[in-house]
């Protein structure tokens, strides 16, 4: 589910790739393997830096459908959300660079991902994507976007992505 290599230079790259499926989704066993590769690269003495990729055509597609349909414990989906927060926090202040690899789309909680790294590179792709679907089902990003994309982008751009999707 994640790919994690280190190569000589001590480059760890955690790369997604979720078997069965045609796009990564974000759901309680991608987020934890993600989270459980990304500790890792981040106690590793010999890792410098971390990318975090995608072995699929797309990056990350957001939350899982099939997730969020059968959810019926809003504590726990607090709860999640709040590990997914805290790692995000951790890959921001961990003191090790890491970069996004964005080779397609790269939406909802995707696109979150990528703002919470230190770098994001995007692929040459005219099919490529990013943005914040849920806003158009009147949800907001949970996962920092809010304060994230103005802070990266300014409050005007951030402000289409965050109304429009």
Request: aromatic share 6%; charged share 20%.
């Given at each position: 589910?994640?790919?994690?290599?280190?190569?000589?230079?001590?480059?760890?790259?955690?790369?997604?790739?979720?078997?069965?499926?045609?796009?990564?989704?974000?759901?309680?066993?991608?987020?934890?393997?993600?989270?459980?590769?990304?500790?890792?690269?981040?106690?590793?003495?010999?890792v410098?830096?971390?990318?975090?990729?995608?072995?699929?055509?797309?990056?990350?597609?957001?939350?899982?459908?099939?997730?969020?349909?059968?959810?019926?414990?809003?504590?726990?989906?607090?709860?999640?959300?709040?590990?997914?927060?805290?790692?995000?926090?951790?890959?921001?202040?961990?003191?090790?660079?890491?970069?996004?690899a964005?080779?397609?789309?790269?939406?909802?909680?995707?696109?979150?991902?990528?703002?919470?790294?230190?770098?994001?590179?995007?692929?040459?792709?005219?099919?490529?994507?990013f943005?914040?679907?849920?806003?158009?089902?009147?949800?907001?990003?949970?996962?920092?976007?809010?304060?994230?994309?103005?802070?990266?982008?300014?409050?005007?751009?951030?402000?289409?992505?965050?109304?429009?999707?």
């Amino acid at each position: 589910m994640i790919n994690y290599n280190v190569d000589a230079e001590g480059i760890a790259t955690l790369e997604w790739d979720l078997p069965g499926r045609s796009q990564n989704v974000l759901n309680e066993e991608t987020m934890a393997a993600f989270a459980a590769a990304a500790q890792k690269a981040l106690a590793d003495p010999a890792v410098r830096g971390i990318v975090v990729a995608s072995a699929k055509a797309d990056f990350i597609a957001g939350g899982d459908l099939d997730m969020l349909l059968k959810a019926t414990d809003a504590q726990a989906m607090s709860d999640n959300l709040k590990l997914w927060h805290k790692l995000f926090r951790t890959l921001e202040t961990a003191g090790k660079p890491v970069a996004a690899a964005l080779n397609g789309a790269t939406l909802g909680g995707g696109l979150e991902l990528a703002l919470a790294c230190h770098y994001r590179v995007a692929a040459d792709n005219p099919k490529a994507r990013f943005g914040f679907p849920e806003v158009t089902l009147g949800l907001l990003p949970g996962a920092g976007g809010t304060q994230r994309a103005p802070r990266l982008m300014g409050i005007q751009p951030a402000l289409l992505f965050l109304t429009e999707g």
